[in-house]
């Protein structure tokens, strides 16, 4: 008996869940290794099954890619609008706790976006990653310094100084220097608390 | 005609240049490369000469480790001295400065010691380093506290948010994340100043 035709739901369904487990893999093992049977046996399903949604392996990674960065934008343009309407030193405070928090739930991503000293043909890209972030963090700052929160500051200047603020510990931490995990979680405190003393307008 | 005998002082004053020599090309080119032959050339001696005041090259770098260990402490006990009956701030801005002037002077060293993952063999040693810096700014900190120019901290963890306030973008620079030499400086400015307001009494 042939199997019914999946509608465009089903496939765009299936597409999610295989890149879900690429994803969870990826974070798991990392790149080099990871094998489009590991994707299908994560999946449940057969690796021929797998090649009826996607052509290749890079097909998989280009798509998780864009998926990812989708929602990424997404997710800025939800924190710009939020800073506008809202209160933009908790929107601050959110996006500055998300850096600790992908440490803490993906460290092995983490350490490839941020410790990790890049080779040459990835240095563009880090170059970029690093501008996205700081690019993100100065409108957000720039936002609360119109709206009367935080104090005249170069959005520039202060994206980059609050960003190593919260990530200087958690370079430290995921490179090997500081080792206590404990000890991390409370100087993340320290420094998300001074970051937004560091922005915010004195009467705050 | 046979040299004359070299006096102590004429033998310890040319050990030392021996041991400048090795500290200047190990910044400029690191451990491996280097040789004996490299050193005496920077000296402006024979090779043999080099031998009549070092067994092998592994005797300089135990004695220049030993020198180095022994100015840091001595700069390091001469820091807490000035912290009891100057004052604390303008001690502790010296300190935290410090790592800035290192990365500038000797960019490779610090790449050595802050920046670069450590090989399992190095990580003790690296563990080892890491804490020594937090234990002087402790040190530093308590002092502060006692004397009444910082606040009430707990100076363990008072020393690593400033520590790493300041290194948080040396190391992002030069790890390649941040590309811009005069942004650098600026973000250093801004961490420096916020690191010593994060410390000090608002009364100061």
Known sequence: MARPKQSATE???MRERILNATFELLTQQ????????????????????????FENRDAIFYALR????????QRRAAQLQEAQSGDPCVVMREVLAS???????????????????AAHATQHHQE?????????????IEIGVERGF????????AAA????????????????HLQDRDRLRAIEA???????????????
């Open 11 to 13: 496939i765009t369904a």
């Open 30 to 53: 990392g790149l080099q290794t990871l094998s489009v049977r590991a994707i299908a046996e994560q999946v449940g399903v057969s690796h021929m099954t797998l090649y009826t949604y």
């Open 128 to 140: 970029h990653r690093f501008a996205c972030n700081l690019n993100h963090l100065a409108a957000l």
């Open 190 to 204: 320290e420094a998300l608390a001074t970051a937004l003393t560091y922005l915010k307008k004195k009467e705050c």
């Open 66 to 73: 864009e998926r990812q960065r989708g929602k990424k934008h």
């Open 150 to 157: 935080f104090r005249q500051l170069d959005p520039d200047l």
């Open 99 to 117: 850096y600790a928090r992908l440490a803490e739930e993906h460290p092995r991503l983490y350490q490839f976006l941020w410790v990790h000293t």
């Open 161 to 176: 100084t609050v960003f190593s603020f919260v990530n200087g510990p958690l370079i430290l931490y995921h490179s090997g």
